[in-house]
Nanobody, 129 residues
Framework: QVQLVESGGGSVQAGGSLRLSCAAS????????MGWFRQAPGKEREGVAA???????SYADSVKGRFTISIDNAKNTLYLQMNSLKPEDTAMYYC???????????????????????WGQGTQVTVSS
């Protein structure tokens, strides 16, 4: 059974940085896609960034140049480095995973459609002005 556990959330002032982590266990496939999503109160869930096992990445326009997604396969851990944080980045952040590896527009499509089969419980990020 796949389990995803997020950590690293917290409160930070605008302009600050945070690094989120997602520890994955129980996943036995060699190909995968993983992603970060967020949901603010009263808003729909939004795809933030995704990465596949072939190292393809996709980012939402709102975070390009500020956020970086990466993965440490040896530690089975997904990361999201968030720099230059803004109050509008405040949300619950979720880690997600899915079978298979896709890149380019297909990875972006998975991000836009939240097309991932496994989800974590989330970690809260609060950015104050």
């Amino acid at each position: 059974q796949v389990q995803l556990v997020e950590s690293g959330g917290g409160s930070v002032q605008a302009g600050g940085s945070l690094r989120l982590s997602c520890a994955a266990s129980g996943y036995t496939y060699s190909t995968y896609c993983m992603g970060w999503f967020r949901q603010a109160p009263g808003k729909e869930r939004e795809g933030v960034a995704a990465i596949s096992s072939d190292s393809s990445t996709s980012y939402a326009d709102s975070v390009k140049g500020r956020f970086t997604i990466s993965i440490d396969n040896a530690k089975n851990t997904l990361y999201l480095q968030m720099n230059s944080l803004k109050p509008e980045d405040t949300a619950m952040y979720y880690c997600a995973a899915d079978h298979g590896s896709v890149g380019g527009p297909w990875l972006m499509s998975k991000l836009i459609l939240s097309d991932f089969g496994y989800w974590g419980q989330g970690t809260q990020v609060t950015v104050s002005s």
